[in-house]
Every structure is written in C-alpha cells, then in structure tokens.
C-alpha cells in the first residue's frame, strides 16, 4: 500500500499547493494522502490567516483524505526541528512516500547534502564556525560552507525551500524512516509580496486579502478556497494583526531581559536588541526591522517574538525527538483507512479538547486562545470545533 505525506500550512490553499498535491500524487499513485499541517501558528511565527479546520477542509477539497495537526512545540521552530516533528509524526502514521517542493530539482545532490551534513566532517565543521564567527546567518553560513568544501553542491541550500527539502530528508536519516522522497520542482518565490499569476505565494494571496485587494487574491485560489475566506470573513474567523501587535509587544515589555533570553532561539546578547525594541516599537514587523540582521533573519526573530506569547518554551522537543501526538483535524469517510493507523505509536486525538492538561499541547493551545482573542471569538471556541468528516 502506498501512502503519500505532505507537510503544508496551506494559509491559503491556492493554486501551487494544488499543482504540487497534484504532481505528487501523479507520481506516487497514492492509495491515501495525508496532510501533516501547522495549527493557529506557522513556522515562521506567524500566526494563520484561517484557523486550521478551514485549512483542513481545503487540504480535503484539494484532494487529501486526512489531515493531522502538527503543533506548535515542532511547527513554530527552525527548519530542523519542524521537519523532524513532521516527517516524524507522518512515519509513525504510516506513510511510505514523502512529498515536498524546492527551486532545484536535483534529488541526487540533495540526498548527498543531507548525509554530509548527518555526518558532518571536521573541514565542514571549522568551515561553518568560521562563517558563523563573522556574522553569518546560520542558514546562508551552511549553504556558503557546504558550497566551498563540496563544490559539487554549491547552490543546494540557497534558498528556504532547498533547505527545507534538505531537512526533510535529514530527519529520515536521522530516524531511519523508509520513506520514499518525491521532489517536486517549484516555480516562483513562496515569500514574493505580490501575485504571481503562475506562481502564487500564500504570503501574497494573504497581503492582498488583508488590504482588500480580494480580486487579485481570488484569481489564484480555487473556488472552495474563496468560499471558506468569505465565509470567514462574513463570520468575523480572521484575526486582527494589530490585536496581536499590541498583545506581542505588551508582552515583550512585561518580560524580564533574562526572561528573553531563554526563549528558543536567543544567543548572544540578542535579548538586548528585542528588550530595547520592544520600548520604542509600535508593531511587530517594526521589532523584526530593527532587530534582524544579516545574522539573525526576520523569521528567527518572528518565531522568538511567538514563543514569548506561546509560552511553556522551557518544554519544547529536542532534536532528538519525534512528533508523538497529533489532532485529526479531518478525513475522508474510508474505513480502510482509519485501521491503518491503530498500528503506529502515534496518540491521535479527536478534538483539541481532548488535548487540554497535556504539556506537549501547552503552547499550541494558548496560540488558538490568542487566535481567538485576535479574532474576536470566545476563549474556548476551538474546544467546540469537531474533526471534520467527508
């Protein structure tokens, strides 16, 4: 039996995400496809556009037969811990192939760059601190440093989504997970601010809802994709960024330096920088400005100025562990299915619910109750969200 996973966020679903489920599932010749899919926030510290049940209910219309929340102790991290929670959790699921996208389509060079850098020898290692030693961002110091020391894979880790693909296939090494890897090649940037009409950005699709531009955000969804943002919107389920900005930066004032210190992601003295910008900034992408260097990318500071709200950081996976629970958020009606994951060893849950008093589900929980506070709906109106059901 063949079973296709697939990391995503889908915040929205558009027209790449369906080329790329679709190529893969051309390629697999899948019996299921399952989704392992970021919650209220996402990887780059950011929270969600739609709540993650109407992502899931696009993820299902676009094709997938079930999709399991990952959270936020693994999705709100570097893209080494996120692809170890997700690779993690899709193996113990039982999935057979993996499916992602990047910029260069060379499986070969990639493989090769994942066992180098799970092996790491002593030239790479000098290489990278040397780089690191001068100011170098660690993901642009691993991609200059692999580069130089194997020429035959420079360009490999230049872009997120190369080092994102690169990661994935870490993890299986790391965790010895048969999965069959399936690269498909990607057009475009995922982060351009403007849309691209044969290459749709999430990040694009997203600025033009919150400005109002709803035509152009509209022509590269699908239809089911602009039902659930209308729908959302008429029911008042997005949240508010500036509620938020006040909230973070409220936050970020209230916290101690030495309290910033220990949020994932900090060194160096960088608790200095966010505790001064904090006092004199007025919204976050003013915070990440100020505070961002060549050294410390926008997302690493985003995904620090998340914890500070997220809380419980002090309990998050370590490296060297597995995703091993997850929420189903929604599935296809296929009994077949459903028996296939009885013979993991991953604790699947219900409802979000059923998660509460869990230290694992700490931080994920308190990031739907600022979504929700952000949103202007009731604390606990995720509890009363059920598994959608197709």
């Known amino acids: 039996m063949r079973i296709l996973g697939i990391v995503a966020e889908y915040d929205p679903l558009h027209r790449g995400h369906e080329r790329h489920l679709r190529m893969a599932q051309e390629k697999v010749q899948p019996d299921f496809t399952w989704i392992a899919m ?8 950011e929270m969600s556009l739609l709540s993650p049940y109407d992502r899931a209910f696009c993820a299902l219309e676009a094709g997938a037969d079930a999709v399991f929340l990952l959270p936020a102790a693994w999705s709100v991290r570097d893209a080494e ?4 929670g997700a690779v993690s959790l899709l193996k113990e699921l039982g999935a057979t192939h993996l499916a992602f996208g990047a910029e260069k389509d060379d499986l070969p060079g990639m493989l090769k760059a994942a066992g180098l850098l799970e092996q790491s020898t002593e030239a790479l290692k000098q290489e990278l601190q040397k780089l690191l030693k001068i100011g170098r961002g660690y993901p642009r110091a691993i991609a200059e440093a692999t580069g130089k020391i194997y020429p035959e894979l420079q360009g490999i880790l230049n872009s997120p989504n190369n080092l994102l ?3 994935y296939l870490r993890s299986m090494l790391k965790i010895n997970a048969e999965m069959v890897p399936v690269l498909i090649p990607r057009n475009g940037d995922y982060h351009c601010e403007t849309i691209d009409a044969k290459a749709p950005s999430a990040s694009a ?3 033009a809802i919150r400005c109002g531009n709803y035509r152009d955000a509209f022509s590269v969804v699908p239809e089911y994709t602009k039902r659930m943002i209308r729908h959302a919107m008429v029911t008042q389920r997005i949240p508010d960024e ?3 900005d006040a909230l973070m930066i409220y936050r970020l004032r209230d916290m101690t330096k030495e309290a910033i210190r220990i ?5 160096e003295g960088l608790e200095e920088r966010i505790a001064y910008a904090a006092k004199i900034c007025q919204t976050r992408e003013q915070i990440l400005e100020m505070v961002s260097t060549s050294r410390y990318s926008k997302a690493r500071i985003s995904r620090i100025c998340a914890w500070a709200m997220l809380g419980n950081y ?3 996976p370590e490296i060297t562990n597995g995703a091993a629970e997850t929420v189903l958020l929604g599935m296809k009606r296929i009994p077949e299915m459903t028996r296939l994951w009885r ?18 589900w700490q931080s994920e929980l308190q990031g739907w109750n600022l979504w929700n506070l952000c949103a202007g709906l009731p604390m606990d109106d995720f509890f009363r969200q059920k598994m959608l059901i197709r």
């Open 165 to 167: 693909a690169v990661c």
């Open 205 to 207: 699709v997203r600025n």
């Open 81 to 84: 811990h996120y692809a170890l």
């Open 343 to 360: 013979r993991g060893s991953v604790k699947i849950f219900s409802s979000m619910k059923e998660t509460e008093g869990r230290r694992l």
């Open 263 to 267: 949020l994932p992601g900090v060194s």
């Open 242 to 244: 500036k509620k938020m």
């Open 38 to 45: 970021s919650g209220s926030w996402k990887q780059r510290g």
């Open 314 to 316: 002090e309990d998050i």
